[in-house]
């Protein structure tokens, strides 16, 4: 059964998303003084009392949308109360009721829905302002976010609006296959993510930038669980600005540390920049296994032969992995989609695969009776035995006499002949050589 879903929702900066943060009890959205900073939808779990719920932060509602952004901000907060079974309105203790206050209470009165008034930022009673009763949705609770005053009492009140629980089985936990879509901005993650997803979960601008949370989304396809993270895009370290865009940054690269398939995202419609190989060179490094899609192109030249050339522009750049596909896309007209999709699954099942050592010791011997370790010094490099001892990545260690004499490129070489006898495609896989006590 999927768990009832509880939505955060308010006017630009009253503290929603330091609400969201102190009730999962984690750093999941970005906080700052700014209005506006939060966007898209953010989801996570929480339990209390022993119920457990889904939770979602929103962007700020504003009465007149100023831009494009703020408009699908909009769209997306009230789709969020559409869909959710409980609605915190959360509102400034400290400056009153505004008409952004009054148009989002009027939104929730149109809506249906149970609402909890959260007037947040109250540090001491004198902070609270008891005219939020004329927004006609019931009692005020103070709270702060910030210092975790109020939040159990408004836990409470949550769960008591809260549909009544049944007796149906819970929903199976599956592993699900985590996909982060990682690149320098405005190359289309989000409108790819949108596509994939089937529906406008990221926010979509020319603007770039646009993107500033690591946003997870569970989907299904084809009988496989996903989660996949849109991330913001990742500038040259020199380009970032300190403040939001560093914490964007840095919960892109968490968002890869935490994912099992990186899907680097280019912009078709230029050439692969050495910031591409950067974005790309840490998910590998990372361990993880990945996927290059070549996304805009709808909008160039599709010739075979244009095709061939770009694909060799990008593997000459990566050269580092070539394990990974190199997939063209269209976010815009869903080229490519289940073929990324395939390779993602392909991935991922590669990245989590066990081999038994009996039939890695085989492998390893006749790689080394096809092409013995070259001595050095005098010294007789010998290999006795191999095993996969871990996996995501695969890791493999050969035991020899002497491993600091194992040259890297005879490394390259057994590495080869493990992926090719076992057919890992779309994740590395590490070979390490220890000495045998």
């Given amino acids: 059964m999927a768990k009832p879903l509880v939505a955060i929702v308010g006017r630009p900066n009253v503290g929603k998303s330091a609400l969201f943060n102190r009730i999962i009890r984690s750093r999941s959205s970005i906080v700052d003084d700014s209005p506006g900073i939060t966007r898209d939808r953010v989801y996570s779990t929480a339990e209390w009392s ?3 719920f889904a939770i979602v932060d929103t962007g700020g509602i504003e009465a007149d949308p100023a831009d494009d952004i703020s408009t699908q901000t909009r769209e997306h907060a009230e789709h969020a109360m559409k869909a959710a079974d409980v609605i915190i309105f959360v509102v400034d203790a400290r400056s009153g009721i505004t008409s952004d206050d009054k148009d989002v209470a009027q939104l ?8 909890i008034l959260a007037a947040n930022k109250v540090d001491h009673p004198a902070h609270m302002d008891y005219e939020f009763y004329a927004l006609g949705l019931g009692d005020p609770m103070p709270v702060s976010a910030v210092h975790g005053i109020g939040i159990g009492n ?3 009140a949550v769960v008591q609006a809260l549909p009544p629980q049944t007796d149906e089985p819970a929903e199976k936990d599956d592993d699900p296959i985590r996909v982060a879509l990682v690149g320098r901005p405005n190359v289309g993650k989000s409108s790819l993510a949108n596509r994939i997803l089937g529906e406008e979960r990221s926010i979509v601008s020319d603007t770039p930038g646009t993107t500033r949370d690591a946003l997870d989304t569970v989907f299904d396809y084809d009988g496989t669980k996903y989660v996949i993270i849109d991330t913001a895009g990742i500038r040259r370290r ?3 600005d300190p403040g939001v865009e560093k914490y964007s940054v840095l919960r892109a690269f968490a968002a890869v540390d935490r994912c099992d398939v990186a899907v680097t995202v280019i ?3 230029s050439d692969p920049v050495v910031q591409d190989t950067k974005i790309a060179g840490y998910a590998h ?3 993880k296994a990945g996927v290059i899609a070549v996304n805009k192109w709808d909008m160039v030249d599709r010739d075979k032969a244009f095709a061939r050339d770009y694909e060799r522009k990008v593997r000459t750049m990566m050269n580092f992995m070539p394990y990974a596909d190199v997939l063209f896309v269209s976010a815009l ?3 490519g989609i289940t073929k ?6 392909k991935g991922a099942m590669h990245h989590r695969r066990r081999i038994q050592t009996s039939m890695v010791n085989r492998v390893v011997q006749d790689a080394v009776l096809r092409n013995p370790p070259p001595s050095d010094k005098g010294k007789a490099v010998r290999i006795f035995y191999a095993s996969q001892v871990s996996s995501r990545p695969p890791l493999f260690v050969v035991w020899t006499n002497y491993p600091e004499l194992i040259h890297f490129s005879y490394k390259r070489y057994l590495e080869n002949a493990i992926r090719e006898a076992f057919e890992f495609s779309g994740t590395p896989i590490i070979v390490q050589f220890r000495a045998r006590d």
Avoid: M, N
């Avoid at 990324?340 to 699954?345: E, K």
């Fill in 108 to 115: 929730l009165r149109i809506a249906g829905k149970p609402v």
């Fill in 285 to 287: 490094e990372a361990g």
């Fill in 154 to 156: 408004l836990l409470d």
């Fill in 267 to 269: 912009d078709g419609t």
């Fill in 50 to 52: 022993g119920r457990s």
């Fill in 340 to 345: 990324l999709l395939d390779a993602v699954r």
């Fill in 238 to 240: 020199g380009k970032v």
């Fill in 333 to 335: 007209t869903g080229r």
